[in-house]
């Protein structure tokens, strides 16, 4: 048992202590503590209770503990040390303590029992049929790693189909930092639109990285809106449609007008 709280009186610790050293009142205080701790007497053992109390030697705590015992503070008998007060609030915890307990089973044993006036709960195999589930095993992600899927790499495929082959380190940085194996079809599918569609002078194609950088294969290309109007000139901007006299452009004559519109604008 021990004691963790008890009443403290500021008025009667100073009056009790008033004419002590500061070497004896720290002694005193520590010693009284370990009493309520121990809830009990503590043994003289003058060694450990000089560590205890952090005096800097034995000879100063023995010097202190001497002063204390003359003055009553601190009582020995057959070798252990002791205070009065000690010993009162320990008596009154401890009485409190099992007035407490008793108090508390006199509420339980009035309470009615809803097992027919058996004390524990009737847990016999006939009512539980099924074995208790165990708690679930933590999750353990190398247990797991066999089970989750692969991710398919797939920009050997998309180099392969973007015809400029300059920067392939760079370009892969930007492929996996964008995670595009994801949606590995959709930019294929626009770098196969951009090769047919970015014109013949090398001078303004798009590296693969920069391609990649700036999603250009979300680009939206509508052939159909590629017109020349009644001058016999294709329109400039790809996607617009111009108004006025026109007549529909083959496919090839789009490609040479996308590329000649693209080679102005410097793309």
């Known amino acids: 048992m021990s004691i963790v709280h008890v009443a403290f009186y500021p008025s009667d610790w100073l009056a009790g202590t008033r004419g002590l ?3 004896e009142t720290g002694v005193y205080i520590t010693l009284i503590s370990r009493m309520y701790e121990m809830a009990a007497p503590i043994e003289r053992d003058d060694d450990r209770l000089s560590r205890l109390c952090g005096c800097k030697s034995k000879a100063s705590f023995v010097k202190s503990l001497k002063h204390l015992l003359s003055e009553g503070k601190i009582i020995e008998v057959d070798g252990a040390l002791f205070n009065e007060r000690v010993q009162k609030e320990i008596k009154n915890t401890t009485e409190k303590s099992s007035k407490a307990k008793t108090a508390a089973q006199s509420r339980w044993d009035r309470k009615p029992n809803k097992n027919n006036d058996t004390p524990h709960a009737n847990a016999s195999p006939k009512h539980m049929p099924q074995p208790c589930q ?4 933590p999750y353990n992600p190398s247990f797991h790693s066999g089970l989750t899927p692969k991710t398919e790499n797939r920009f050997d495929e998309f180099w392969t189909v973007f015809a400029d082959k300059r920067g392939k380190q760079a370009a892969l940085k930007v492929w996996k930092k964008k995670k595009l194996d994801a949606i590995a079809d959709q930019v294929i599918s626009g770098a196969k639109i951009y090769l047919q569609t970015r014109g013949a002078d090398q001078t303004f194609w798009k590296q693969a990285q920069g391609w990649l950088n700036d999603e250009r294969w979300t680009d939206e290309v509508t052939q159909t809106q590629n017109t020349i109007d009644q001058f016999g000139n294709p329109s400039k901007v790809i996607g ?6 026109q007549k529909r452009m083959s496919d090839v004559e789009v490609m040479i007008a996308r590329g000649n519109a693209l080679r102005e604008r410097g793309l």
């Open 21 to 23: 050293t500061d070497a």
């Open 134 to 137: 165990s708690e679930p095993e």
């Open 240 to 245: 617009f449609l111009p108004s006025g006299n």
